[in-house]
């Protein structure tokens, strides 16, 4: 093998390298900036509109499938307290506005009481506060970031954790990894100079019916 063919090999080697870790890394900023409820930061690393309509098209599906229950006497027969009707189709949007945010994607990584005040409006037998006062608790953005302590990687509670974290296609990555109790679905796709966050899909089921 000629030295440039040689270098030239390893230099392609260095470079595919350098594409597979690149999402990675991406994933740990996400992952600090949500720790630390760094929103400023946040808000370069998503595509909110695709974000957004990700979550408006799940609580939809998870409305109507919630509907056709109550219609068909699933929800009596099952003991379900919840108690969905048409009209909770009418605030799915209004949801996915807020939690499609960098304080919303906050609240939903702390797993917070503001997070389920939130979805608690898809219940119209629940009388929650309005959606803008269940944000009002975080933390506001003009206050910076928030201090928390810095620790080595559990790569044993990591591994326990984690579904998938690959490439799907040469331009989508997903992450698929256990949140507390809650299975999180996290793709990201490369755009321009970098990766961004564009779906994030929850169970909302197994959420709502914690209350």
């Known amino acids: 093998m000629s030295r440039f063919r040689r270098w030239t090999t390893i230099l392609a080697g260095c ?45 939809n599906r998870y409305a109507q499938a919630g509907a056709s229950d109550l219609l068909g006497g699933g929800a009596k027969d099952s003991g379900a307290r919840i108690s969905l009707s048409w009209s909770s189709l009418s605030i799915t949007d209004q949801i996915a506005d807020v939690l499609a ?37 975080t933390t506001p953005a003009s206050k910076g970031a928030r201090s928390y302590p810095v620790q ?19 331009f989508t990555f997903q992450l698929d990894v256990m949140h507390g109790t809650l299975r999180v679905i996290l793709v990201l796709e490369r755009q321009g100079t970098g990766w961004k966050v564009t ?11 914690e209350y």
């Open 15 to 59: 470079l595919t390298l350098a594409y597979l870790v690149w999402p990675y890394a991406s994933l740990t900023r996400i992952y600090f900036y949500l720790k630390g409820g760094d929103e400023a930061q946040l808000r370069q690393q998503v595509d909110w509109a695709s974000l957004r309509q990700g979550f408006r098209e799940d609580l």
């Open 101 to 137: 945010t960098p304080r919303g994607l906050i609240a939903i990584f702390d797993n917070s009481k503001e997070f389920r005040c939130v979805l608690r409006a898809l219940d119209p037998g629940q009388k929650g506060m309005p959606l803008k006062k269940c944000m009002e608790k």
């Open 152 to 170: 080595g990687p559990n790569i044993i509670r990591w591994y326990e954790k984690l579904n998938y974290a690959f490439f799907t296609d040469p």
């Open 199 to 209: 779906r994030i899909t929850l169970p909302f089921k197994e959420i709502i019916s």
